[in-house]
């Protein structure tokens, strides 16, 4: 099965500054990443994703780059705001099923007025 | 319903008693979700359902779950004899299809006392 891991575990940033997290998985053949947001007591809900035939995607403020030669990819948010503190789960799913899956343990985001 | 939606939203039960916890997925979605997430992990996939069987239930940690999706729209998680360790965040997704991203409801938190 799939593995995935994020470092670090927390991240505390200035207001303003960039955020980079980054996510390790197991399985080559995955080919579909997304990153979830989830703030205290609600949902996760999918910020971005990325699938294997591309490297970077933009969407304003976050980005997302894959390396799939050594299977990692990493959530880049820049200008943060007091707004974007939250946990963020990245995760990667088994082969041919990408709404089946295996999520990291989530980092928490701290971004200091 | 614009978005996944999940009944009830708190449930505290009695070890040992049974309880079904229901899942109204994104209208037109044929694939559904079941995950679980305990405080301070990333949700843990259960179950998946192509509409209206069940086309992966490894996730299920033992025979006193069960889900149901009869009519291939809502979904029922069952558990029976539950126990202090079920207590979790119990999350439903649904998504237009296996291969697109997964969009999930509020959860139900169960609480076994």
């Known amino acids: ?49 990325i699938r294997s035939n591309v490297g970077e995607k933009k969407d304003q403020r976050i980005a997302v780059t894959l390396n799939k030669t050594a299977k990692h990819f990493s959530l880049h948010i820049t200008e943060t705001q007091p707004e974007d503190s939250a946990v963020y789960f990245c995760a990667a799913p088994h082969p041919g099923a990408n ?7 989530g980092i928490t985001l701290s971004v200091r007025p | 319903g614009a978005g996944v939606s999940q009944t009830p939203s708190n449930k505290v039960t009695e070890k040992g008693k049974y309880v079904e916890l229901r899942c109204d997925p994104i209208s037109g979605h044929t694939a559904l979700y079941w995950y679980r997430q305990s405080l301070g992990q990333g949700p843990e ?47 439903c997704a649904s998504s237009p299809d296996r291969s697109t991203e997964a969009f999930f409801g509020q959860g139900t938190r169960l609480t076994v006392v």
């Not at chain 1, 709404?99 to 343990?105: N, P």
């Not at chain 2, 086309?55 to 009869?70: C, Q, W």
């Open chain 1, 99 to 105: 709404s089946k899956l295996t999520f990291g343990k």
């Open chain 1, 1 to 49: 099965g799939e593995n995935v891991e994020q470092h670090p575990s927390t991240l505390s940033v200035q207001e303003g500054d960039s955020a980079v997290i980054k996510c390790t998985y197991s399985d080559s053949a995955s080919n579909y990443f997304p990153w979830y947001k989830q703030e205290l007591g609600k949902r996760p809900q999918l910020i971005i994703d």
């Open chain 2, 45 to 91: 996939f259960l179950i998946y359902f192509q509409g209206t069987g069940a086309a992966d239930d490894s996730g299920l940690p033992n025979d006193r779950f069960f889900a149901v999706r009869p009519e291939g729209s809502v979904s029922t998680l069952k558990i029976q004899r539950t126990e202090r360790g079920d207590s979790a965040m119990y999350l």
